[in-house]
């Protein structure tokens, strides 16, 4: 039964180079979202899923349409738009530096 060591030995090494890409990508993506500028003042809305974000969000690349500007998180959230909470959309501006 020596080639079935093997077989599970491939598939033991193809399971661990996924799980291995798998960290890489989901690295990248969490560090998107946790170097999103917040200097901008004004937000884009996304009509598709009514949420707004600051212009930096990687959720915004998925926008249909290029979104709606708002030029503030309270003019979003008159026109009902809810807040991203990956971009902190409601959160305070930071002073641009
Ligand atoms: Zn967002």
Redesign the pocket.
Known sequence: MKGNKFRILGIAIIVAILAVAYQAYSTSVEEDFNNISRTETYRMGDHYTG?Y??PG?P??KQTYGGGKRFESATAAELEGYAA?K??D?AGPDEPAK
Do not use: N
Request: glycine fraction near 0%.
């Open positions: 949420q974000h600051r969000c959720k915004l991203c990956r971009c959309a």
